[in-house]
C-alpha cells in the first residue's frame, strides 16, 4: 500500500504550502490595505478651513487629488491579491478531485478484499484436489503450499487494515480543504470589501470637495477669524446628499444675479461623467 501513502504525504504536503501561501496573503496585504485608506472622517473634512481664495482652492485641488490617488493605490493589490487566493482555491479543487478519485479506488478494493479473503480459506482445498489427485500427498509439498496460502492469507489481511485505517483518514482531508476554502472566501470577500469601501470613499470625498466649491461660490460658509470657510456646510451637505448630489446651476446663476454679480460656471465631471464639483469666474 505504499503507493497510497506516497499520494497522502504528497496531499498533506500540497495543503501545507496552500495553508502558508492563504496565510502570507492575507496577513500581509489584507491588513496593509485596509490602513492604506483614509477614514471616513478624514475624507468628510477634507476641505475644512480651507480658504475660498485661489492659493486655497489650488489647495483644495491637490489634496482631492493626493487621496483620489491614495485610495486608487489599493485597486492593484487587491486585484493581485484576489487573484492569487482565487489560484489556490483551484489548487485545492484538484487536490479535493485527486483525494475523491484516491477514495473511490479504496472503497472498490475495501469492498473486493473480503471477496479474496473468503476464496483464500478455501484455497487450500482446491489446490490439494486438483494438484494432487491420488492418495500419495507427499508431506514437504503440503507444507509449502500451505505456508504460501497462509502468506497471501496473511498479506490479505494486511491490506484490509491498511485500508481501514486510510478510509478512516479520507474525511478529515475533506475537512481541511473545506477549512482552507473557507478561509479562502472569506479573504476574497474582505479583499472585495475594501475595494468597495475605497469606491464609497472616493464618492464622499468628491461630495465634500463639491460641498466646499458650493459654499465659496455661494458665499454661504462662515469665515472664521483665521479667514478661512469653517466647515459646518460641508457636513451638512455631506450628510444630507446620501449617494448623488444634484446641483441647480441655473438656481445658482440666479441668486448671482440678484446680488449684482455676472459670472461663468463650469462644471467639472469624474470619469463616468458624473458631475462632481463646478468652478466659478467672474466676467
Do not use: W
Amino acid at each position: 500500500m505504499k503507493p497510497i501513502r506516497n499520494i497522502l504525504e504528497k496531499h498533506d504536503e500540497g495543503i501545507f504550502e496552500i495553508k502558508e501561501k492563504i496565510s502570507e496573503v492575507i496577513e500581509k496585504n489584507i491588513g496593509q490595505l485596509q490602513n492604506q485608506l483614509p477614514s471616513e472622517d478624514e475624507c468628510k473634512s477634507a476641505f475644512s478651513n480651507t480658504s475660498c481664495s485661489a492659493q486655497g482652492d489650488g489647495r483644495a485641488t491637490n489634496k482631492l487629488n493626493t487621496l483620489k490617488s491614495k485610495i486608487n493605490s489599493v485597486r492593484n493589490p487587491i486585484e493581485q491579491a484576489t487573484k492569487n487566493l482565487q489560484r489556490l482555491k483551484d489548487r485545492l479543487n484538484k487536490l479535493k478531485g485527486n483525494i475523491q478519485t484516491l477514495e473511490s479506488i479504496l472503497v472498490i478494493l475495501d469492498e473486493l478484499l473480503p471477496i479474496l479473503r473468503v476464496a483464500a480459506e478455501g484455497l487450500p482445498l482446491i489446490l490439494y484436489s486438483q494438484a494432487f489427485p491420488g492418495p500419495g500427498i507427499q508431506g514437504t509439498v503440503v507444507v509449502a503450499t500451505h505456508d504460501k496460502i497462509e502468506a497471501l492469507k496473511a498479506k490479505i489481511e494486511e491490506i484490509i487494515a491498511s485500508l481501514k485505517i486510510y478510509l478512516e483518514e479520507i474525511p478529515k482531508k475533506y475537512e481541511e480543504i473545506d477549512k482552507l476554502m473557507k478561509l479562502i472566501e472569506e479573504g476574497i470577500e474582505t479583499l472585495n470589501g475594501i475595494k468597495n469601501k475605497g469606491d464609497e470613499l472616493v464618492k464622499l470625498l468628491e461630495l465634500s470637495y463639491l460641498a466646499y466649491l458650493q459654499n465659496c461660490a455661494l458665499g454661504s460658509g462662515e469665515t472664521g477669524a483665521d479667514g478661512l470657510i469653517e466647515d459646518e456646510n460641508v457636513n451638512n451637505l455631506v450628510t444630507e446628499s446620501g449617494n448623488e448630489l444634484e446641483i441647480n446651476i441655473d438656481e445658482l446663476l440666479g441668486e448671482l444675479s440678484n446680488q449684482g454679480q455676472t459670472e461663468v460656471i463650469t462644471k467639472i465631471f469624474n470619469a463616468n461623467l458624473e458631475m462632481i464639483a463646478y468652478k466659478r469666474y467672474k466676467v
